[in-house]
């Protein structure tokens, strides 16, 4: 298939959508004038039809690391940015031994909901324990 043949079917693809389609509603002036432009240029194009994946690279620094290379992770109040940084640790780094330490286990994740830090660290896989109750295993 040619760099030419490609084209064409993707703008009669784009052209077989933008016929049945109904106007779409921009998000800003700008836009709107863009694909006005385009429009008027005669040519075809798709607006905010599909999404791109994208990885930010961060890093990690735990509360506390062991000399058994297990690390703890301590909270009081547990939000869902910081959940989403600890799946995304152990998804992006499986080998490491990553445990949760609550003040309060049972709190739930937010107002609305019934799930506790304890179920979801349950969810998860991801080992938790109240400050409290820290087993003597984890530490040595």
Known sequence: MTKTSDYTIWAQKAYDKLKN???PKFRSKLE????????????SFEYESTQVP??????YTPDFL?????YLETKGY??????????AVKRDNPDIDLRMVFQSPYNTISKKSKTTYAKWCDKHDIPWTAYH???LDWLI
């Open 21 to 23: 389609k109904k106007e």
């Open 78 to 87: 547990w939000d869902a940015a910081d959940r989403r940084k600890v799946l």
């Open 54 to 59: 994208y990885v930010i690279q961060h890093h």
């Open 133 to 135: 109750e820290i087993p």
């Open 32 to 43: 709107e004038k863009v694909a006005t432009l385009l429009k008027e240029l005669g040519v």
């Open 66 to 70: 062991l000399p058994n290379h297990v």
